[in-house]
T-cell receptor, first 113, second 111 residues
């Protein structure tokens, strides 16, 4: 699986959009970009994933560059409950051996009032 | 629909003791996983299973054993606990996709 690079930490104002970048310059054509988050002391929570196209769900939007070497997770209206560590993960698609997720250091996001 | 549950939530062991952590999922998922998370670090895969009766090693399998006798359960065993195994253990499951759903975790301390 391709390696990812994320900022160690970032702050965001409550009610504003939070834009979380992720670099994955060695991504392969069959690798997806996944985003998870982990709120303190809880299990990781799935947010969104995509292959080529931009994706949106009730939690967030995922913007993937045309060359797929980087992506941005957007939380449209950050709340205090969005304070968490956000992980960008790149992995091979469905039916891959073990379907394993490799978690790196992630970005620690602090939403401030 | 409880999702992924883990038993127990907390446990304290003495060095050399053994224990089993239980993970259960009610989503009919094929794949199940055990991860550990040490303070300030990301998750590391211990073992995983791609179906009932099958298991495989992950990144950090030493000191652990697993079994998947039933599709809905995945057990993680520590035969002789060591202080280095003090960690938070997370179980996850997935249905042939990368969308893994995690349990709440088990906090284990080995003295």
């Amino acid at each position: 699986d391709a390696k990812t690079t994320q900022p160690t930490s970032m702050d965001c104002a409550e009610g504003r959009a939070a834009n979380l970048p992720c670099n994955h310059s060695t991504i392969s054509g069959n690798e997806y970009v996944y985003w998870y988050r982990q709120i303190h002391s809880q299990g990781p929570q799935y947010i969104i994933h995509g292959l080529k196209n931009n994706e949106t769900n009730e939690m967030a939007s995922l913007i993937i560059t045309e060359d797929r070497k980087s992506s941005t997770l957007i939380l449209p209206h950050a709340t205090l409950r969005d304070t968490a560590v956000y992980y960008c993960i790149v992995r091979v698609g469905e039916m891959a051996a073990g379907n394993k997720l490799t978690f790196g250091g992630g970005t620690r996001v602090l939403v401030k009032p | 629909n409880a999702g992924v549950t883990q038993t127990p939530k907390f446990r304290v062991l003495k060095t050399g003791q053994s224990m089993t952590l239980l993970c259960a999922q009610d989503m009919n998922h094929e794949y199940m996983y055990w991860y550990r998370q040490d303070p300030g670090m990301g998750l590391r895969l211990i073992h995983y299973s791609v179906g009932e009766g099958t298991t495989a090693k992950g990144e950090v399998p030493d000191g652990y054993n697993v079994s998947r006798l039933k599709k809905q359960n995945f057990l993680l065993g520590l035969e002789s606990a060591a202080p280095s195994q003090t960690s938070v253990y997370f179980c996850a499951s997935s249905y042939f996709t990368g969308t893994q759903y995690f349990g709440p975790g088990t906090r284990l301390t080995v003295l």
